[in-house]
């Protein structure tokens, strides 16, 4: 082997241990596993400065407008500003109704749109939404999942333990 081939397999090899070093070292803060905590309907759910209740889950009736085919499906919660100050917890309209890999969200339902912005201090507002899901999860199990937003502190600190943290709650 002729020097200059080994002086250019020298400086691949030193540029491969560079790169692998830059890989890992961006990688090793990086969450590595999930943790999903799960609770039940009527269970109090802590986010950063409320508590959030689901407190029914119902399907309604199959609609057939136009060929389209939905399943209307109504979920109650009960959220309660637990902190001294106004605070905003309309992300909770953005809540995922999950079935397995398929999800749904919704804008409909009955709620107070300017309330949910600013929830006074030891205030509790009732939510209610309402999606309308594919007609074959009729009296399926679903999972309610909760934008990150509303419970921060607590995915920061799972995040600084090497977890990606969520809540959902079984229906």
Do not use: C
């Not at 590595?32 to 399907?59: M, R, W």
């Not at 007609?135 to 990150?148: C, E, G, H, I, V």
């Amino acid at each position: 082997m002729s020097k200059k081939m080994i002086l250019l397999l020298s400086i691949i090899f030193v540029g491969l241990i560079i790169w692998g070093f830059r890989v890992y070292s961006v990688n090793a803060g990086v969450a590595k596993t999930y943790e999903i905590q799960s609770f039940k309907i009527g269970d109090t759910i802590k986010l950063d400065h409320a508590e959030l209740k689901v407190i029914d889950f119902q399907y309604g009736e199959e609609n057939n407008k136009n060929g389209d085919k939905s399943l209307p499906v109504k979920v109650a919660m009960e959220v309660m500003n637990t902190s001294n100050k106004d605070i905003s917890v309309q992300r909770l309209i953005e809540t995922k109704l999950a079935y397995g890999i398929d999800y749904y969200q919704t804008m409909e339902g009955e709620f107070e749109a300017d309330q949910l912005k600013k929830l006074s201090p030891n205030t509790t507002t009732q939510i209610t939404l309402i999606y309308y899901v594919d007609p074959k999860y009729n009296d399926k199990s679903a999972k309610l999942y909760f934008d990150q937003s509303l419970y921060k502190k607590q995915v920061i600190d799972q995040y600084h333990h090497g977890k990606r943290y969520g809540i959902a709650v079984d229906l």
